[in-house]
Each structure stands twice: as C-alpha cells, then as structure tokens.
C-alpha cells in the first residue's frame, strides 16, 4: 500500500495523516445523519467486537463458577492472570514479532520513522524499551489487571452489589455495554489529567512516558500505582447496576484495547489492499508532545473542552505551541515576581 497517499513523510522519516483528527460524529451541530451512520460500523466494528468476544470467551472457558468465585483463592486467581498473559502474549506478541521483529511493512504508515530497537537508552532496564516494556507488562501490569478482576468478580459472586441478568434487563445491559467505551473514555481522562499533575508525574506516570516511541509492549509498561487505577474502570460496574459479562467487556476495553493508542502504525495491512485501522493517533501524539490528548480517540471531545486537543495538523501544532508559550510566559512572570 502507498502510506504518501494517506500522509505525508518528512525528512526524519516520520509518517503524519493527512487527514484531521476528528471526534464522534454525534457531537457536530449541525447533526448529520448520514455521517453518524457511516461512523457507526466503526465503532463496533473490529475492536470493540474484538474485545466483547474474548469477554464472552472468558466468561465461557476462563471464569469460574459463581460459588467457586464466593472465596477468593490463589488457584482461580492464577487461571484469570495466565488467561491474561497468555492473551496478550498473543496478541501484543503477534504484532510485535511481525510488525516491529519482521518489520513485514517497513515503516510503511509508521509515525515515528525510527523502531524502538535501534535506539538504546538508559531511561529503560537493560537499556532495551522492549524488554523494560515486556517485563513491565507481565510482572506489573497483567497482575494488577487480575487483581482488579478477581475483586470484581468476587463482588458480584457474593451478592455485594446488584447482579443484573440478561433475561430480566436484556436492553438495559445491552445500552450499557454499547456505553462502556464511553465510560472507559470519562474515567481514562480523569485519571490521566491527575497523573499528569507534577508529583504523580514524577513519581508514577513518568515509568509509562519513558515510551516516546511506543510499541504494543509499551500499552501495559506502567507504575503499579497507575495500572491499578486503569484497569478500575471495571470497578463502575459495581457502582451503576450490571452484569459481571459486561463489567468484563469494560474491563477488556481497557486491557486488550490499550494496545490501539501503542500500535505505532496508523494502518497494519494485512493484505496486498487490506489494512487494520489502530486508532493510534492521538494517543501517539499524547507520548510525543505530553501534554496533548488525555483522553483517548475523540469519542467524547473532552480534550478540546479542555483545551488540549491535538488534532495531528498543522493548525493543531500551533494551537498546542501557543499554549506551551503561554504557561512558559505564566511560570517566567511566577519566577520574576
Ligand atoms: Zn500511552
Ligand atoms: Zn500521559
């Protein structure tokens, strides 16, 4: 596929769309039908159907029974946490070894020009970003995810919170999984604006950032402090009435689907005309520039009534250099006086 039909490639051999960054549709005044319609397919369409089909597999051959999941106990504690390595061993592993092992579509729609490998660098364990990245991700962060999953599934087993069942709330439970993107979107955000405050910073999210050029084994390379707080977007489920299957969708929104902002590619073609869209984009340019895109792919515009939208073009550049200048100006004025 030629990516210089979708983007452009400057001189450092880094890749940009050509086209904006744009949110849902249903947040454009005036409305337009048609466009909501044509965004609609997308949004279920590969990923989050991806994710509701490994919450149905698990729930199927992973979870165990409720009376079982009553006593929180190591041996199905460690069935949910080999579940989850393996998983994203597969996954994670797949793109990793064809895409940045293989380099099967060189640097073919890439962002960055560069792979992780080919730079060394002290900020990581072993000076390897894969190997800090990978370590992190199976020692840290799939335990953290479980711990979160057993907590949760233990609430429901035990009668702590609301059970509601398919027979009795089918559409409700159904409007609720169609939201759970939205909600992973509300609570990514608020969690990610407030480990962006200086000492979180410092002291948590700063292990996350260290990825400037990320790739899927970056999605899950996080502080304990904040993996914790990532996968408990899963713990709204037992806040708002639900179901532990929908509570798992939530939480595979944000395990298995914090590979898309990590992918590093804007595209993975699969076929000679066939290519995967990663959504990567904006969450590429939040590791790049820092301070832009909290959130996640413009499902609710929250960064740009925030202020800190990038929109990945030139314009976007500017508004973003504008507001670097300001709060440089703002912390030279607090030194002066
Ligand atoms: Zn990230
Ligand atoms: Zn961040």
Request: glycine fraction near 10%.
């Given at each position: 596929m030629d990516d210089l039909a979708f983007g452009v490639r400057n001189k450092r051999g880094d890749w940009t769309p050509k086209a904006r960054l744009e949110f849902a549709?249903?947040?454009?005044?005036?409305?337009r039908l048609a466009k909501i319609l044509a965004w609609l397919p997308g949004y279920v369409w590969p990923w989050n159907a991806f994710h509701l089909a490994t919450a149905l597999l698990y729930w199927r051959f992973v979870v165990p029974d409720a009376e079982t999941m009553k006593t929180i106990s190591w041996g199905w504690a460690l069935r949910l946490y080999v579940a989850n390595a393996l998983s994203i061993f597969a996954l994670y592993g797949a793109i990793e070894l064809f895409?940045?092992?293989?380099?099967?579509?060189?640097?073919?729609?890439?962002?960055?020009?560069?792979?992780?490998?080919d730079n060394p660098s002290d900020v990581f364990w072993f000076k390897s970003q894969n190997l800090d990245n990978a370590l992190r991700t199976f020692f840290v962060g799939i335990p953290c995810w479980t711990i979160v999953e057993v907590f949760m599934l233990w609430a429901f087993a035990t009668g702590r919170v609301h059970w509601l069942t398919w027979a009795d709330h089918p559409v409700y439970l159904a409007a609720l999984a169609l939201l759970a993107p939205a909600i992973h979107e509300l609570h990514f955000f608020a969690i990610h604006r407030a480990i962006h405050s200086p000492w979180l910073y410092k002291h948590v999210h700063s292990v996350h950032h260290?990825?400037?050029?990320?790739?899927?084994?970056?999605?899950?390379?996080?502080?304990p402090v904040e993996t914790l707080l990532y996968h408990?977007?899963?713990?709204?489920h037992l806040v708002i009435p639900s179901n532990p299957v929908v509570a798992l969708f939530q939480l595979h929104v944000a395990g298995f689907g914090a590979l898309n902002g990590h992918i590093g590619f804007d595209r993975l073609e699969l076929t000679e005309g066939a290519a995967l869209e990663s959504h990567a984009f904006a969450h590429y340019l939040h590791h790049k520039?820092?301070?832009?895109?909290?959130?996640?792919?413009?499902?609710?515009?929250l960064d740009r009534w925030f202020g800190?939208?990038?929109?990945?073009t030139k314009d976007g550049d500017a508004l973003m250099q504008a507001r670097f200048e300001k709060k440089r100006a703002r912390s030279n004025a607090g030194r002066a006086a």
């Open positions: 549709p249903f947040w454009d005044r005036p409305l895409w940045y092992v293989r380099r099967k579509q060189g640097v073919r729609f890439k962002f960055n020009g560069k792979f992780p490998a260290n990825s400037i050029n990320p790739s899927p084994w970056s999605s899950h390379s996080m502080h408990s977007v899963a713990l709204w520039y820092f301070e832009v895109n909290y959130g996640g792919d413009g499902l609710i515009p800190t939208w990038h929109d990945g």
